[in-house]
Each structure stands twice: as C-alpha cells, then as structure tokens.
C-alpha cells in the first residue's frame, strides 16, 4: 500500500496541492459532511494514508521542543487523548473506533486533507471516498506529488459553519469525567490543543512532583510557561505558580525574561469579584511579565477554526486585569462573526461570570 | 503542662511573657524558649497569627494582622513602615511544621500585590516575610527558589522562625541587647 508522503512538509498547514491551484478550503457542516473545494471546485474529501499519519501522532520535535531539557516529560505522542485512533490491520489506513471517540476535534484539526468528518463533541470519522479529488492525485505518482506540489490551506478559510451548542458541553462533560479519573489529562488534553494552535508544548511526567510547572512551550523565539486548571480548584494559586516557574526558568535555565510568556489556561473564567484579574495586572506592573489567559473552550474554538496562536502577534492581548475582565474583542478580531456562530459567546468562556 | 493562655493575646504587649509563660518565667533562656515551642506546637492560625504579630510588636515594630475578608488584600499580616513596610505570610504549626515552596510562593505573591496595589510604603529591596514554625528541610528547595526570586524580580524573601523570634525577643527584654530592626527589613533568606 502506497502511502502519501510528508516528508519536508513539517506543519499541518504545509500540505500539498497541484500547482497553480490557489485555494484549498475544507467545508464542515453540522452532521460532520466535509467537503473539499478546491478554487472552488467542490470535492469529497479522502483519506490519503500519510506516511507521517499526522491525525494519528505529533511529531517528537513537537512534544519535546528545545527548552528545559532535563524535564522528564510526557512521552506520548498520540493526537488522540483517548486513544480511539489505529491502523487498520488490512488496509493500514487510519480508523476510529467510534466508541471511545468523543468528538474533540483534535484529528480533525491534524488532518492537512479534510478527510475527518467531525461531529463536534461525538464522533469524527475517516472519510474514504472514490473522488474526483483521489483520481487528480492519481493523476501523478505519489511521490512525484509530494515532491511537486504544495497546499497553501488559506488560513482565513472557515472549516467548521458552526458549533453546535451541544456538542462542546460533551467534550467538557466528557474531558472532566477523564480527569476524574486521571488528573494529568487536562495537561495532556491541553498540551495536544497548543500543539494544534502551533505551540510545541511538553508537559510533565505523570508522578513527577519535582517540577512545578503544568506545560512548558515554545514558539520561535518565545518560551511559553503555562499553569493549567479546567476545573476552578486552584485559580487563586496559579499567579503564584507562574511567578515560581519564570523564577526557575531565568534563574536555573539561563532563558531571557523577555522571552518567556506566562500563560494560564482555564475551563472557565473565575467570578468578577476574584482576585484572579487583579493579580495577572499586578504581575504586569511590577515584574512587566504579561500573563495570556485563555479557557480551554476558545482554544478549542481557534482548533476548529483551523487558527494558529501566534504569541508575536497578540502583544497586549488576552492580557487581563482589575479593568479587563474578557477577551470579547481579541475573539472577535481573529474570528469575525464569532458572536453568531458560538451560542456561548459572552459566557464564562469569554470573561469573568457576572 | 504550661500551656499559652490564648484569651490573654490580646493584653498589652508589655505582658507578653506573663502570656507565653503562664506558670512563670524560667531561669534560663534555653528552658523558657523549650516550653514556649512545646506549648505552641499545636497553635492554630487564630493563635499563632496574633502571638506573632504581638511579638514583632514587642520587638518594636508597628506590626498588625491582615484584613480577613478582604480579597483584594490577602496577607496575613504587615509590618507598616513610613517607607519600608513589610508583608509577612505566617505559618501556623498545624498549618505546616516547616516553611515550605508554597511559604515562598505566597511571599512573593504578597511583594507584587504591596508594591503594586501600595497599601503601605516598601521598597523593591525591603523583604517579604515568612514567619513559621521550623525552617524548610534542606531537600524542600525553599532556598534555592530564594534565590531564583531574588535573581528574578530583585525581591528579598525572608524567612524565620518564631523560635527565633522568641529568642531575639527574650534577649532584647533580659539581656539587654539591643535588637537591630533592619535585621528583618533587609533580611535574604533564612534569618541568622
């Protein structure tokens, strides 16, 4: 079974496409149909069995990125959380057993072809399909197609038409069921959403207690060190753990202040009235660290839409403080239009509860 | 057993050893300071925080608990200076027995939050307290995040026990040495 190649093209948004083709969109409607156009020529999304299987693994470069390397770090580099994606042992293809996926997205975003159906929040499929699109690759000899053409996936392009309300409650209902269970799994679930916003993120070793850091990242030249709590247990000690971890970082690590980027990741937003925005300001005015705050629920948002988190882009932004409760208007500029399409718009996900 | 009479904490300070030595005063400052430390190792906050407080007090600083209740304001207790004031994160035994990384943590918490939100007047420089029981174990890495703090942001954390304290008081009231209040104003790291 031949299998397309991505070798030299290292990022999912590197894919391939016949030259002189413009643009390659990836349409997802509700039921979890995908539709592929290129210039705007509509297609059935197919599977091709990369060699790589990028919905299958990340990349060791991506899980282990060039920074604290005596971390004793999560080794997995499964995409999946939950394991549901394997190979089939006759046609070697990737499957998805449909029983444990619950429909996070997290393939659906590595697939550089548009060839996971997702259902938000239940299943994702792989799509097979005799198209016109399998016999345009067909049309040239894989590897000569791997060498010769590029996809340049627009950036802008819109992959899902909207997310259905229910669906993302059931990956968090299902993401604290995990943990409940398994406590790291809101680092390894989170690690895996950087890693498909862009970010190589390493997090630490189950068990291991001597680091005091939750993920650390890195993004050319910016190291991000991040504190991660879905649940809401421990959102008035995370400013704490930051300062610690950046401390760490410059003092034993010799990594520049100007380069590390605190980041906090929440399941949702503490209330107003916490001390939590207060502090993140405090931090800024005296040690000039700006902490990104993000919920879990607009990474995942930013995943569906195919984003990247670009920390060089988003100076001054996701920054909150006693006056900035929200990120309402950093949303909306990287997706237009996100007040219709997300029915939780305003919510705890997007600022601090009333 | 001699035990701390509680109710009497809040009595001026001029009586503070009537208070930590019910049954009288030992001879000797080895046995005063031994029964002192037995009979708080079972303090909890509502006693350990006042007593500390009262013998910072005692030692001649303008000290005073935190606002309970106040979340803007979270520190236990501040030493208030016209220019070098003080935040003080206090352990209880019952707490923690040992200053521990989260002493530390919350210590540097407390730095940002005083000379970011300006409840009183400090300097970069002028420590952020811990008061506890009994100094970290040397394998906690209490020192060396010390430290990294102080390389970090330039904030000197200091740490010291209320043995110590007790034991610097004791010499101020009946050896008559004189005790150097900049010893806890610049202190970096563990109190000597």
């Known amino acids: 079974m031949k299998r397309l190649s991505l070798e030299g093209n290292n990022s999912k948004r590197r894919g391939l496409l016949a030259e002189g083709i413009k643009n390659f969109q990836i349409i997802q409607d509700l039921e979890g149909r995908s539709t592929i156009k290129v210039d705007g020529i509509p297609f059935s999304p197919t599977c091709l069995n990369c060699v790589d299987i990028p919905c299958k693994e990340f990349k060791t470069s991506e899980i282990l990125p060039d920074v604290l390397n005596g971390m004793p770090a999560n080794p997995s580099t ?277 | 057993m001699k035990r701390l009479n509680i109710n009497s904490l809040n009595q001026p300070a001029s009586n503070i050893w009537d208070q930590l030595l019910a049954e009288g005063k030992p001879d000797n400052k080895a046995s005063a300071i031994q029964i002192i430390q037995r009979n708080l190792i079972t303090a909890d906050q509502r006693t350990f925080y006042p007593l500390t407080v009262k013998i910072l007090t005692s030692l001649g600083y303008n000290a005073a608990i935190g606002n309970q209740g106040d979340t803007s304001n979270r520190v236990d207790a501040f030493i208030k200076d016209a220019s070098y004031s003080i935040p003080i994160e206090i352990k209880s035994p019952t707490e923690v027995m040992n200053i521990n990384i989260k002493s530390v943590q919350q210590a540097v918490e407390n730095k940002v939050i005083l000379l970011s939100r300006q409840f009183y007047p400090t300097t970069l420089e002028t420590t952020s307290l811990v008061i506890g029981y009994l100094y970290p174990e040397d394998r906690s890495g209490v020192y060396e995040l010390i430290d990294d703090v102080r390389y970090t942001y330039g904030f000197n954390i200091g740490i010291i026990t209320l043995h110590d304290l007790i034991v610097s008081l004791w010499e101020k009231d009946f050896e008559a040495i004189v005790f150097d209040k900049s010893r806890i104003t610049n202190l970096k790291g563990k109190y000597i």
């Open chain 1, 78 to 354: 499964k995409v999946c959380p939950v394991n549901a994606i394997s190979e089939d042992r006759i046609t070697g293809f990737p499957t998805i057993d449909p029983e444990t996926c619950f429909g996070c997205g997290l393939c659906f975003n590595r697939c550089p072809y548009g060839a996971i159906g997702l259902e938000v929040g239940k299943e994702a499929k792989i799509l097979h399909a005799d198209s016109e699109i399998v016999e345009f690759i067909k049309s040239d000899s894989i590897t000569e197609f791997s060498k010769n053409y590029e996809l340049r996936i627009n950036q802008d392009r819109t992959i899902i038409e909207n997310i259905p309300k229910g669906g993302l409650t059931n990956i968090y209902s299902e993401i604290l069921r995990i943990r409940a269970l398994n406590q790291s799994f809101e680092n390894l679930f989170t690690r895996n959403v950087l890693l498909c916003l862009n970010i190589n993120a390493k997090i630490k070793n189950i068990g291991n207690n001597d680091i005091r850091i939750d993920l650390i990242g890195k993004q050319r030249n910016n190291i991000i060190v991040a504190s991660i709590d879905l649940v809401g247990s421990d959102t008035l000690n995370i400013p704490r753990y930051l300062l610690d971890a950046i401390a760490v970082l410059h003092s034993r690590h010799n990594i520049s202040k100007k380069s590390i980027i605190p980041l906090v990741v929440v399941g949702s937003y503490p209330n107003k009235r916490s001390d939590f925005f207060e502090m993140l300001g405090d931090i800024k005015a005296v040690t000039n660290f700006e902490t990104k705050t993000f919920s879990l629920h607009f990474l995942i948002i930013l995943m569906l839409f195919n984003k990247v988190l670009n920390f060089d882009e988003i100076e001054g932004a996701f920054s909150l403080s006693k006056d900035k409760k929200d990120i309402i208007k950093e949303a909306q500029a990287i997706i237009p239009g996100l007040e219709k399409l997300d029915y939780w718009f305003g919510s705890n996900y997007y600022g601090a509860r009333k």
